[in-house]
């Protein structure tokens, strides 16, 4: 019983003395990679309303509608609702590769800590003004 004590004591003396690799978060945020798949970000001017990504979401979070055509020459369709329910969003990043146009991107931006399920159910602007570490690769 005491040489496993005295084993343990040393591994403790041990790790007292190498440098530390936590961080004091939330004062220093953690930078992630940028591969990272975080929340989305939307850019309604490319959208086509072509709903590929809330046909291939898994769980089904992503819900589109258009708005109504008030001129029948008009052949763009337009995005009347764009809404993403983080509740139930696994972050797969199928969304964003199925878009033909890269309309929708993951961003770098892994905190949606919110203190209502309600708070997780995001719209078009709030994903349109997320701006928060937009993959590299992604930005215009």
Request: glycine content about 2%.
């Amino acid at each position: 019983m005491a040489t496993g004590l005295l084993k343990g004591l040393g591994v403790t003396f041990q790790e007292m003395f190498r440098p530390k690799v936590t961080t004091k978060y939330p004062d220093e945020p953690y930078v992630f990679p940028n591969r990272l798949r975080g929340i989305q970000k939307l850019y309604v001017e490319k959208c086509i309303v072509c709903h590929q990504c809330a046909n291939i979401c898994p769980t089904q979070c992503i819900t589109i509608k258009e708005k109504p055509k008030t001129d029948p020459a008009q052949k763009k369709k337009e995005l009347a609702v764009f809404d993403i329910n983080f509740e139930i969003c696994i972050l797969c990043d199928l969304c964003t590769e199925v878009c033909p146009t890269e309309a929708i991107v993951m961003t770098s931006n892994v905190e949606l800590a919110e203190t209502s399920r309600a708070d997780l159910h995001k719209d078009l602007p709030w994903l349109e003004a997320n701006n928060t570490n937009v993959r590299e690769v992604n930005k215009p």
